[in-house]
T-cell receptor, first 117, second 114 residues
């Protein structure tokens, strides 16, 4: 089974509008972390936001917020007031503490976001 | 600039040749990770170092791949007898010892095997 599922290969949003990128995950580890990274065409992975499995409140970082629904195992990224510079690939990732000290990340297949005028 | 750096940024090689990539993590980051990203996919974990010790290797890391981190600073990833299937972006990331959270990624090395 896929550990991280991103069902939207591509999304379009108009500038200044909000957009939600979907992510569902699968784990039996009670302690885990969820991440969103942005990858522009240059290739570098840019960290956006983190949500721990025990965090009571949804994470927010500026225009980014994470809609964490633990029972549904979803961790959707919401980008408010989209900007042209937000056009990029977006990856959801998970770290499971049960994997030991490595804390390796498992990534989804990504969603390509295109912001239009 | 104090971010993660990787060298080279691009490498084109012929099948059967050996290639070596270098990663310089953020200073004082004890943890270093290598990932591989093929076209249309998310990055996949390859291996992990805690200081100079290689603590975990993915099954993706065949015996043609070897990674080192001498003295716990920079790391090298070598691929011997390259195959066309090795064509990918090779990403390096680092994180502080105290943090289980964010990993800081470098710009990657794009390998093309002809």
């Amino acid at each position: 089974a896929q550990k991280i599922t991103q069902t939207q290969p591509g999304m379009f949003v108009q500038e200044k509008e909000a957009v939600t990128l979907d992510c569902t995950y699968d784990t039996s580890d009670p302690s885990y972390g969820l991440f969103w990274y942005k990858q522009p065409s240059s290739g570098e992975m840019i960290f956006l936001i983190y949500q721990g499995s025990y965090d009571q409140q949804n994470a927010t970082e500026g225009r980014y917020s994470l809609n964490f629904q633990k029972a549904r195992k979803s961790a959707n990224l919401v980008i408010s007031a989209s900007q042209l510079g937000d056009s990029a690939m977006y990856f959801c990732a998970m770290r499971e503490k049960g994997t030991g000290t490595a804390s390796k990340l498992t990534f989804g297949t990504g969603t390509r976001l295109q912001v239009t005028l | 600039d104090t971010g993660v750096s990787q060298d080279p940024r691009h490498k084109i090689t012929k099948r059967g040749q050996n290639v070596t990539f270098r990663c310089d993590p953020i200073s004082e980051h004890n943890r270093l990770y290598w990932y591989r990203q093929t076209l249309g996919q998310g990055p996949e974990f390859l291996t992990y170092f805690q200081n100079e010790a290689q603590l975990e290797k993915s099954r993706l890391l065949s015996d043609r791949f070897s990674a080192e981190r001498p003295k716990g600073s920079f790391s090298t990833l070598e691929i011997q007898r390259t195959e066309q299937g090795d064509s990918a972006m090779y990403l390096c990331a680092s994180s502080p010892d105290y943090s289980y959270n964010e990993q800081f990624f470098g710009p990657g090395t794009r390998l093309t095997v002809l």
